[in-house]
């Protein structure tokens, strides 16, 4: 009935019903495998250390992934004479445990424990270095419990001293109750308690054996050998049995938040509630999980036994699909009637109203307009009419049940109708803008055309807001009053080429453009920007505003929140949004007149190559994220490596020092960027997300190298900075040039004082000199 009211509003008859078109949300899936790095696809185990990287389990070695890329290390046991701090004493790793050192424990399948502590490695003494360790289980910062096929050990992690227990009894599983002092084991010998008082059995179910173990707090959950699932109560002793007759293969186990889940090749991953209930994880439906990690970033990664690394992601953005199309069909025009119904145009499908209750039905358009491919609409709520624009030109008219052509623009292409706030009708298209008179019938009796902008291939009009309106398209933006263009801003004034959006408020008009950025033109000056600026996109072909008065710029590369305006001396300030949240594709289709949307509500519809986006308010964060992470990932001095948590002091020759830097992105590892700057006080450097700095010459003394990350849409972090010393040598100080300058003059001055003393005084030369002259002219 509700349908029904909300179609009798514009007079659509209730038929042809596919279904009901609602928001997709759930949540987007990725994968990772050999072709972006993985080495092998197995993923066996995952944990987030502390600095924010993902450590990977596989039987192809140790992986450490940052988000983008990935960094194997691999075994060096093969390697005579190789160094073993570089890798794990095995590729085979199994499980993986963070301490509250920073130090990562390794289990492997068939060399015991390794750690890798400050970028090195090494081998433990369990087991002889060569068992099997299939699970890693910390009780607090001293004790860790390490279950493999020999049996279960318990490690005190400040000695590195293992103890074993259970022996060799056929160990399968363990788990650790989350709060307790104890561990669970079992294996086909039966179920065990080990805490600090020793070891006890625990009764199972008659004739079980074990498989899998979980913990969650207060139960334990347990496969059996025949693919029954058990719930256990410690506290009580209680068994209650959940599942029978479970698909063959099914894994049991807790994800990193505390969650513990199911999974099998049959029907995917599922998370178990305390009851038993099962809930499937949207978009895992296919993904038979080994290992499932959340990384406190929006993300749920999920390894598999064959099939790599997955990432699932909640999407914050929905997409609207028509029905009967597989999501095909792309998105063209949107409106909305008022009362939460929407129409929408897909492709040259013709036109959906979709109700407040999600249903849709189909408004054929080919019987009365000859054309499907709708350019634009508007309805009148005063009316209760829908205007349609068609592709070819013809206006058309849906009113009291009724759909009819209006008015046809002869030669026209793409018309888009559109109302003024003073009321007046205005039609656009390739061929300019006519002003429209419509009498009360919704009739047209007249359509004037603007001769300012006869030529003007129009893509948007808009109210200016001193007044009259602005016609924007290929030329420029024209504001016509009285059908006179009174203002126009051009190639010829800086403004490029296509225009495609506008906005004209208190501070000032802002024009998107297809290609060359957006656009301020305020008290006469212009200022454009563009990705060189922070832009995340050169195109704009949409601009809606919020409640909050943020611009959402809808791109060829998804959509761009504007946070701020005026846009500050360092650029913009963006929240961009794209696949990782939710849009598929990213690319806008900008072609028609009203291809984006806000209603009163605040929900916004976007036009995309297929369907529409839908972003309602509330649902999206679009504040400026924290950054991410940038981390030195290696540092060389002429091709040999440097250890970075303890750099050498650099020899006289010290030449071609090299920094290799990246970014810890989980979040949004498509953008991410960074920079660098090498000495305090000098000009940073912005990069792409990874990053070699060479410099063949290292300066004298004290170098200090900075690295900055940050997000397209948010702001630099905090440095990643290194030190390095090379001290002057004596010979090279200015101290010692000052000496030797002087020496040099004291030598010289010495020089000169021994030569006038071989000579004698020179005035007692002077008068024997003249003496001699006397007694010549007395003698003569």
Same mark, same amino acid.
């Given at each position: ?8 509003a ?10 009901p ?35 990977? %389990? ?11 890329? =990935?960094?194997?290390y691999?075994?060096v046991e093969?390697?005579q004479g190789?160094?073993? %701090? ?6 085979r790793?199994?499980s993986l445990?963070?301490?509250g ?16 502590e ?15 360790i ?28 293992a ?6 009894r056929a160990?399968?599983?363990s ?14 010998d ?10 006890e059995?625990v009764?199972?179910?008659d ?13 334990l ?9 058990? !719930? ?17 293969d ?7 938040d ?18 038993g209930r ?9 993904l ?12 749920t ?5 064959t ?28 409106e909305?009637?008022?009362?939460g119904g929407l129409?929408?145009? =897909? ?5 959906w ?8 039905t189909? @408004? ?11 350019a ?17 030109g013809?206006l ?5 049940g009724r ?7 002869p *030669? ?17 298209s ?33 109210d ?15 504001r016509v ?7 126009q ?8 080429? =296509?225009?495609?959006?506008v ?40 601009? @809606? ?22 846009i500050?001396?360092?650029g913009?300030?963006? !929240?961009?949004i ?11 289709? *900008?072609v028609t007149f ?7 509500q %605040? ?14 308010p ?9 950054p ?5 990932d !290696? ?15 650099? %020899? ?24 660098y ?26 170098l200090? =190298?900075e690295?900055q ?5 948010g ?7 290194? !030190? ?11 101290w ?19 030569r ?25």
């Amino acid at each position: 009935m509700w349908l029904a009211w909300a179609l009798a509003a514009v007079g659509l008859p209730a038929f042809a019903l596919p279904g009901p078109l609602d928001p997709t949300y759930g949540n987007a899936l990725r994968h990772y495998g050999d072709a972006e790095g993985l080495p092998q696809a197995s993923v066996n185990a995952i944990v987030q250390s502390r600095d924010g990287f993902l450590w990977l %389990g596989t039987f192809g070695g140790l992986v450490r992934f940052d988000g983008r890329d =990935f960094r194997v290390y691999g075994s060096v046991e093969h390697v005579q004479g190789g160094d073993h %701090g570089l890798g794990p004493a095995s590729n085979r790793i199994l499980s993986l445990h963070e301490d509250g050192q920073g130090r990562l424990w390794i289990g492997t399948q068939d060399a015991g424990i390794g750690l890798l502590e400050r970028g090195r490695f090494r081998h433990l003494q369990v087991c002889e270095e060569r068992c099997q360790i299939d699970r890693l289980l910390p009780i607090d910062d001293r004790t860790l419990w390490a279950q493999g096929a020999q049996g279960i050990y318990r490690i005190d992690m400040r000695s590195l001293q293992a103890e074993r227990f259970l022996g060799a009894r056929a160990l399968l599983a363990s788990a650790h109750l989350p709060g307790e002092d104890t561990v669970y084991a079992g294996g086909d010998d039966g179920l065990w308690r080990l805490g600090p008082h020793g070891v006890e059995p625990v009764r199972l179910p008659d004739g079980r054996t074990v498989r899998h173990l979980a913990a969650s707090p207060g139960l334990l959950w347990l496969i059996t050998h025949d693919r029954m699932l058990y !719930r256990h109560r410690p506290a009580t002793g209680e068994w209650t049995r959940v599942r029978t007759a479970l698909p063959l293969d099914t894994r049991l186990g807790t994800a990193g938040d505390g969650r513990v889940f199911l999974s099998d090749d049959v029907r995917g991953l599922r998370m178990l509630d305390d009851a038993g209930r099962e809930h499937p994880v949207p978009g895992a439906s296919t993904l038979h999980a080994a290992v499932v990690h959340p990384d406190g970033l929006g993300n749920t990664w999920v390894g598999t036994p064959t099939h790599g690394l997955w990432r699932l992601r909640p999407r914050d953005v929905a997409m609207l699909h028509a029905p009967g199309f597989g999501g095909r069909a792309p998105g063209r025009v949107v409106e909305d009637d008022g009362r939460g119904g929407l129409w929408l145009g =897909f492709g040259c499908e013709g036109l959906w109203y979709r109700a407040p209750s999600g249903e849709v039905t189909r @408004l054929p358009l080919e019987d009365a307009m000859q054309d499907a491919c709708t350019a634009s609409l508007f309805y009148d709520a005063a009316q209760a009419t829908l205007w349609i624009g068609s592709s070819t030109g013809g206006l058309g008219r849906l009113r009291d049940g009724r759909l009819e052509m209006a008015w046809q623009w002869p *030669g026209a292409k793409m018309l888009g109708i559109w109302r003024s706030r003073d009321g007046t009708w205005w039609a656009g298209s390739s061929q300019g803008v006519r002003r429209l008179d419509i009498d009360a019938d919704g009739t047209v009796q007249a359509a004037h055309a603007i001769p300012g902008v006869a030529d003007v291939n129009v893509a948007r009009l808009a109210d200016a807001h001193a007044g009259g309106v602005w016609v924007v398209g290929d030329r420029g933006v024209f504001r016509v009053r009285d059908d006179v263009v009174v203002e126009q801003w051009t190639a010829s004034d800086g403004l490029p080429a =296509f225009a495609r959006a506008v906005h004209d408020g208190e501070d000032g008009l802002w024009v998107g453009t297809y290609g060359g950025g957006l656009v301020h033109i305020h008290r006469g000056r212009m200022r454009r920007y563009t990705t060189a600026d922070g832009l995340s996109d050169d195109t704009v072909s949409c601009i @809606l505003t919020d409640r909050r008065g943020r611009f959402w710029m809808a791109g060829n590369a998804g959509l761009s929140v504007l946070l701020e305006r005026p846009i500050g001396a360092r650029g913009p300030r963006l !929240r961009t949004i794209g696949a990782a949240e939710g849009l598929d594709p990213v690319e806008f289709n *900008g072609v028609t007149f009203s291809a984006c949307h806000i209603d009163a509500q %605040g929900n916004k519809a976007f036009a995309m190559m297929r369907g529409f986006g839908w972003v309602e308010p509330g649902r999206l964060d679009v504040a400026a994220r924290h950054p991410p992470r940038p981390y030195v990932d !290696r540092v060389t001095l002429s091709g040999r490596p440097l250890d970075p948590y303890a750099l050498p002091t650099l %020899g006289v020759d010290a030449a071609n020092l090299e920094i290799v830097v990246g970014v810890i992105g989980l979040a949004d590892p498509e953008r991410t960027r960074m920079r660098y700057r090498v000495g305090e006080g000098a000009e940073w450097v912005e990069a792409d997300a990874g990053r070699s700095v060479l410099l063949p010459d290292v300066p004298w003394g004290e170098l200090r =190298f900075e690295a900055q990350a940050r997000y397209f849409d948010g702001g630099w972090s905090e440095p990643v900075t290194l !030190r390095f010393l090379r001290p002057i040598p004596w010979y090279r100080r200015d101290w010692i040039w000052l000496a030797a300058s002087l020496a040099g003059l004291l030598c010289l001055l010495w020089a000169t004082r021994e030569r006038r003393g071989e000579d004698g005084d020179y005035d007692a030369l002077i008068e024997r000199a003249r003496a001699r002259l006397q007694d010549g002219r007395t003698l003569g």
